[in-house]
């Protein structure tokens, strides 16, 4: 079974960059695409990205110019970084393992973390 | 961007009884490989979010089947048969055609 775990400080100064890390065990984080999702306190769900490898990654438009995301296959981690955070940054920050395409068929988000909080507050 | 709209936003249900939740897209979701690329999740009070139907109408792993799912092109439907307890909380429809977008969640309780 897949299990993916968020780590990363929990608060983040106004104008600095945010980072995670989730690590992946029972199965090897190149096999499959991996995203990125976020969803401040009380709201709905937001998508961050989607990597496959580190020069595959696929961004949310309306974050594209602040986000990056990677990995490192030998610790089994992919990792987030969004610059220049605001307060609306302020969210709990999930990883989920997003598949696609699978013997002919198409899932997302089969598995989740159990999220980390980040606030952004100086 | 394709933007998905719930409807109701909230649902108060007895147990035992039936439940729908609409979920509407501004553009078809059908791909040209024949595939319709519609989700549900249920987000349980405290949990993260789980997957229940994938392409419009398959329960995932472990899913009751009184969760249902169709739809076709933008306008879909979440059908749980008989509610229970267990199934409150948010649920949010998805979609992967291009990119990734949820819909603003409903919320269930139970009355």
């Known amino acids: 079974q897949v299990q993916l775990q968020e780590s990363g400080p929990g608060l983040v100064k106004p104008s600095e960059t945010l980072s995670l890390t989730c690590t992946v065990s029972g199965g090897s984080i190149s096999s499959s695409y991996w995203s990125w999702l976020r969803q401040p306190a009380g709201k709905g769900l937001e998508w961050i990205g989607r990597i496959y490898t580190s020069e595959s990654a696929t961004y949310n438009p309306s974050l594209k110019s602040r986000v990056t995301m990677s990995l490192d296959t030998s610790k089994n981690q992919l990792s987030l970084k969004v610059r220049s955070v605001t307060a609306a940054d302020t969210a709990v920050y999930y990883c989920a393992r997003d598949p696609g395409m699978v013997r002919g068929v198409v899932t997302a988000f089969d598995y989740w973390g159990q999220g980390t909080l980040v606030t952004v507050s100086s | 961007d394709i933007v998905l709209t719930q409807t109701p936003l909230s649902l108060s249900v007895t147990p035992g009884q039936p439940a729908s939740i609409s979920c509407k897209s501004s553009?078809?979701?059908?791909?040209?490989?024949?595939?319709?690329?519609l989700y549900w999740y249920l987000q349980k009070p405290g949990q993260s979010p789980q997957l229940l139907i994938y392409e419009v109408s398959s329960r995932f792993s472990g899913v009751p089947d009184r969760f249902s799912g169709s739809g076709s092109g933008t306008d879909f439907t979440l059908k749980i048969s008989r509610v229970e307890a267990e199934d409150v909380g948010v649920y949010y429809c998805?979609?992967?055609?291009?990119?990734?977008?949820f819909g603003q969640g409903t919320t269930v309780e139970i009355k």
């Open positions: 998805m979609q992967a055609i291009h990119l990734r977008t």
């Open positions: 553009q078809s979701l059908l791909h040209s490989d024949g595939k319709t690329y």
